[in-house]
């Protein structure tokens, strides 16, 4: 039997992208005798739309419109309340409200900048890099007065990221910043999936105010943020979970695994209920699904299974064919994976 192989890509460290330097990565991990090269998992590499975010969105798209369309038709049979007169104001209103959520950052935030906070702003730099934005948004930290919280939203042509300072601090160098890394990917993610986009808010308007319906919607996209969060930063999401879990000061005490795995273990219909009108997913469930990349975190029904080792940084790519068919290395498998013991 062979010696244990270290296998470098165990460890999974950000993709790079040229002229930004790639994020640390854990330290290679030692493999069992009988390991094989395994194919990237399904949500390991580059960052996913949840798959029920469409179909929801769909769904909701058509019950605002058809909300808005029987509004129009009350107006015009002469019933003309304040009441439909607001909801017919909605398009208006989004605009004042965006505006208005833009300046108050503007005016009373800190924006990451070179030279204020440049940790941080490289993060913003680095992880609008990865996902492919043509510009860097504007970011924020903004008092938390003891909020974990962090957001993302638009005005015109603009796009920005806001981080409350409680969530902020987690970033220091005493403490994680890799984790910070993730919440900034997590956010960038949102706009680059179009969630703040301010069309996509008008046609949603009322759908996403229906009890379970709009909160569903509102989960998968938290988890297509995730996604995005865990390419921008693997190695952050436990330190996330153990911040927006026990808070600032515990987050290095939260054993991840241990956590994740009561999402299998936590059962009832109350369990359920909890998650179906949350606007995130529950915490136990969205650790999970950041452990697990081979599937979509759960929306509706609890894990059912624990896996570990699936995600983490520890998704492998597969090792390319060689240039010459020939010259086939000791090791190498037909379907173009690699052993990394004798057959």
């Keep these: 039997m062979s010696q244990p192989v270290?296998?470098?890509?165990?460890?999974?460290?950000?993709?790079?992208?040229?002229?930004?330097?790639?994020?640390?990565?854990?330290?290679?991990?030692?493999?069992?005798?009988?390991?094989?090269?395994?194919?990237?998992?399904?949500?390991?590499?580059?960052?996913?739309?949840?798959?029920?975010?469409?179909?929801?969105?769909?769904?909701?798209?058509?019950?605002?419109?058809?909300?808005?369309?029987?509004?129009?038709?009350?107006?015009?049979?002469?019933?003309?309340?304040?009441?439909?007169?607001?909801?017919?104001?909605?398009?208006?209103?989004?605009?004042?409200?965006?505006?208005?959520?833009?300046?108050?950052q503007r005016v009373n935030g800190v924006q990451l900048t070179p030279s204020q906070f440049p940790e941080a702003y490289q993060m913003v730099v680095d992880a609008a890099a990865r996902v492919g934005?043509?510009?860097?948004?504007?970011?924020?930290?903004?008092?938390?007065?003891?909020?974990?919280n962090a957001g993302a939203s638009g005005h015109g042509f603009r796009r920005f990221v806001i981080v409350y300072s409680d969530l902020f601090e987690i970033g220091g160098q005493a403490r994680d910043p890799e984790a910070l890394r993730f919440v900034i990917g997590h956010e960038v993610g949102h706009i680059a999936a179009g969630h703040v986009s301010y069309w996509r808010q008008v046609a949603t308007a009322l759908g996403m105010r229906i009890p379970i319906l709009g909160s569903a919607l509102s989960r998968a996209q938290e988890y297509t943020a995730d996604n995005y969060g865990y390419y921008t930063q693997p190695s952050g999401a436990p330190g996330v979970i153990g911040a927006l879990s026990s808070g600032k000061y515990l987050l290095s005490a939260v054993d991840f695994d241990q956590f994740a795995d009561r999402a299998?273990?936590?059962?009832?219909?109350?369990?359920?209920?909890?998650?179906?009108?949350?606007?995130?997913?529950?915490?136990?469930?969205?650790?999970?699904?950041?452990?697990?990349?081979?599937?979509?975190?759960?929306?509706?029904?609890?894990?059912?299974?624990?896996?570990?080792?699936?995600?983490?940084?520890?998704?492998?790519?597969?090792?390319?064919?060689?240039?010459?068919?020939?010259?086939?290395?000791?090791?190498y498998l037909p379907n173009g994976m690699v052993s990394l013991t004798k057959p």
């Design 264 to 331: 299998t273990q936590e059962r009832g219909p109350f369990v359920h209920l909890v998650n179906a009108l949350a606007s995130h997913p529950v915490l136990t469930w969205r650790a999970a699904a950041l452990r697990d990349r081979s599937r979509a975190g759960a929306l509706w029904l609890r894990p059912k299974t624990i896996t570990r080792g699936a995600g983490s940084g520890n998704a492998v790519p597969i090792i390319p064919p060689p240039p010459n068919p020939a010259a086939v290395p000791e090791g």
């Design 133 to 148: 934005l043509e510009y860097v948004p504007d970011a924020f930290v903004v008092n938390g007065n003891g909020t974990l």
């Design 6 to 104: 270290n296998a470098p890509g165990l460890s999974s460290p950000i993709p790079s992208v040229p002229g930004i330097p790639a994020g640390p990565a854990p330290e290679p991990q030692q493999l069992p005798p009988d390991a094989h090269w395994l194919p990237p998992a399904r949500f390991a590499s580059a960052p996913r739309l949840h798959p029920w975010e469409i179909p929801m969105l769909v769904i909701i798209i058509v019950v605002t419109l058809l909300a808005y369309l029987s509004l129009v038709v009350t107006v015009l049979s002469g019933s003309l309340t304040w009441q439909v007169l607001s909801v017919l104001l909605i398009p208006l209103l989004l605009v004042i409200g965006r505006g208005v959520l833009y300046a108050q």
